[in-house]
């Protein structure tokens, strides 16, 4: 299948400050990808840096086989929507999605209609005039309505309801069955949107720690709680990811080994486990940084 | 949305396993049409990718089959084939856990059976 | 080429920037100063400068203009150069409307004999010495010079942000300095003077024209490194 970003040792730097640092990793087509990380880890300057926006220090970056540099073949092909997207002071809705409408080849204007009407979007209003959930959803709306072949969404749901996140996430996959795209989610949400993403990508300082496929991610890790020396007796070998003792009890999470034995084990010697979610996992793994071991191959 | 989705294991097993409750429950007759993988999709919230590697789970053991341009199929004797192999599964997940925790709560083999039977008059 | 016509839309979706306010500025000003031509005497020629309001409105226009729309149109994934001509034809149309319309004024005026009470709003001595060719000219240079020097300093200030702003204008005011110190120092002041008397306003507006060259090539090379 052919890739639709390629990125090669890519690095950002500012300053006194390494954004990005020799970050590789390839996007096929028509997969929904999750970009997952914490605050500052550099999502928004990776996806910045796919869309042209701000240019790389160093490295390779090729979005639909091109260079995005003022590449027009490549840059029609892409609508990112980012959290803190700028419209012109005086637009209302309707002259943002008029505007996208000229902009963007694939746009469906009945779709748009009816997302509109989804989200409840008065389309005289000054977009200078919304609160932040609305203007989050004009962002949704021109996303979608888009069907760019790459589309990108930055923690596009800020000041949203539960209801609106729900409604965005259902009408994103409505669409993408029908009109498969490739599509990048980035956000802090995991939980939310965990079932939808096909392959997982995650970044903590500037650095890609995870790019794997979804189900597989799901699968790695598992929690065992039990009495401390047993736990600590299990552990020894293993990958551990977090560890949180309570009374004479240890909880720990710990990565699957190869063969898949390690849960039998850990029944075997009266521990008990837990399945350890998306959110959870990654969670751990850029916030615990400091506990991981090695791997101890034998 | 029904409340399948669990976070902590693969998404496609958990569809396969779905598919597999339907064909022993009845509500997926043999030779009878599985949703589609876009409507797996958008029932359940998930990807589509990760619906059709859990039908294409249940294509490899035989379970179901492919027509060629119109979908999937619940095969001939894929009833009595999933019902084998969620006794296989009910051996180990549940009977060996039981034994290992009667085990250590010191319940004697008979007193486990005796509790056996009374949980079959309590149905 | 359909890139650039988004930007046109873009641009225009703000007609209020672009036509109206200017427009009632200028017939603001027109309305006022007629008022007071009424009321005083008719006896001796009313000069106003007046229509320099609309000159400078679209300066600040084009200081304002990419601040207001460069980071949606990248935002929207539009190639820098698309961004560029949009706004170079949308400065170009804006600047044609004014010169259109003050050229159109400015012969009324001169026929109804400065609509009755001998105001000098949009026709003067020496500016519209030339032929009618020349008097539009003039203005359209006039325009686009100005337009342009306000969106080189705008695609200056995305390039460099606030410290780069504040570094150009300390350099911009040395320069300046220095330039002023060696006219005195030198005692050119009269011969510049000369030069400028010797020549017609539609000759000097032709100078300009370089300048409007420049100021383009300048933008152009600003935004083409900017980000958002």
């Known amino acids: 299948m052919k890739n639709v970003i390629e990125v090669k040792q890519l690095n950002k730097s500012y300053e006194k400050f390494n954004a990005i ?36 220090t160093s490295g390779d970056l090729k979005v639909f086989g091109e260079g995005p540099y003022e590449n027009a073949n490549v840059l029609s092909q892409i609508c990112f929507i980012k959290e803190s997207q700028k419209y012109p002071d005086h637009y209302n809705i309707l002259d943002a999605l008029d505007v996208s409408k000229s902009i963007f080849p694939n746009w469906d204007v009945n779709f748009s209609r009816s997302l509109i009407k989804d989200f409840n979007l008065p389309l005289k209003r000054r977009i200078k005039k919304l609160s932040r959930g609305m203007l989050s959803a004009v962002g949704i709306v021109i996303g979608l309505a888009s069907r760019a072949p790459l589309t990108i969404f930055d923690e596009p749901y800020l000041g949203l309801d539960a209801v609106s996140r729900g409604l965005f996430y259902d009408r994103l ?44 991610l799901r699968g790695k890790a598992f929690t065992v709680t039990g009495q401390a020396s047993k736990v600590e007796a299990f552990l020894i070998g293993k990958e551990t990811v977090h560890r949180e003792p309570f009374g004479g009890l240890l909880s720990a999470t710990v ?25 959870q996992l990654v969670v751990h793994l850029t916030s615990g940084r400091s506990e991981q071991k090695e791997v101890n191959t034998k | 949305m029904k409340n399948l989705i669990d976070d902590g294991r693969p998404i496609f097993v958990q569809i396969a396993e779905r598919i597999e409750d339907d064909i022993i429950e009845g509500g997926l007759p043999e030779e009878a049409q599985v949703p589609s993988t876009n409507q797996f999709a958008a029932f359940y919230k998930i990807n589509p990718a990760t619906a059709a590697k859990g039908v294409n789970l249940l294509v490899d053991e035989g379970i179901l089959y492919k027509k060629r341009g119109i979908g999937m199929f619940v095969a001939g004797g894929a009833r009595t ?35 056996i039977q009374r949980g079959d008059n309590k149905r | 080429m359909n890139r650039i016509s988004g930007v046109l839309k873009l641009h225009y979706r703000d007609k209020w920037s672009w036509i109206y306010i200017p427009a009632i500025i200028l017939f603001f000003s027109f309305g006022v100063n007629l008022t007071v031509s009424f009321l005083v005497s008719n006896q ?125 204008a300390m350099v911009f005011l040395l320069i300046g300095s220095i330039v002023i110190f060696l006219l005195h120092h030198f005692e050119v002041w009269g011969s510049i003077f000369s030069w400028f008397a010797s020549h017609t306003a539609v000759q000097i507006a032709y100078w300009l024209m370089p300048f409007t060259l420049l100021y383009l090539l300048g933008s152009y090379r600003m935004l083409r490194r900017a980000v958002i």
């Open chain 3, 44 to 168: 001796e020629d009313l000069y106003t400068g007046g229509i320099s309001s609309v000159v400078i409105y679209i300066f600040v226009a084009g200081i304002i203009v990419v601040g207001k729309t460069f980071p949606f149109a990248i935002g929207m994934s539009i190639r820098r150069i698309d961004y560029f001509i949009g706004s170079v034809i949308i400065g170009t149309i804006s600047s044609a409307f004014f010169t259109s319309l003050i050229f159109l004024f400015a012969q009324l005026e001169k026929q109804t004999n400065g609509w009755g009470t001998r105001l000098h709003f949009f026709y003067f001595p020496y500016v519209n010495d030339g032929t009618l060719l020349e008097q539009f000219i003039l203005y359209m240079i006039l325009f686009l010079n100005t337009f342009f020097l306000g969106f080189l300093i705008s695609s200056y200030a995305r390039r460099f942000g606030r410290k780069g702003m504040f570094l150009g």
């Open chain 1, 173 to 216: 996959m409505e669409d993408y069955v029908e009109h498969p795209r490739t599509v990048i989610l980035s956000t802090h949400l995991i939980d939310e949107v965990s079932s939808l993403l096909e392959h997982i990508l995650v970044m903590d300082n500037g650095k890609l720690i995870i790019d794997q496929d979804a189900e597989e």
């Open chain 1, 21 to 56: 640092h020799d970050t590789s990793f390839a996007l096929q087509a028509n997969k929904i990808y999750g970009l997952l990380g914490r605050n500052g880890a550099g999502k928004t300057t990776l996806m910045k840096m796919i869309t042209a926006q701000i240019f790389p």
């Open chain 1, 255 to 279: 990565i699957h080994s190869e063969n898949g034995s390690d849960q039998k084990q850990a029944t075997a010697s009266g521990l008990e486990i837990s399945p350890v979610s998306l959110q």
């Open chain 2, 81 to 115: 084939k999933v019902i084998e192999k969620r006794k296989e599964q009910f051996f180990d997940e549940y009977v060996v856990t039981m034994i290992r925790e009667a085990e250590k709560l010191g319940i004697t083999a008979d007193q486990l059976m005796d509790m």
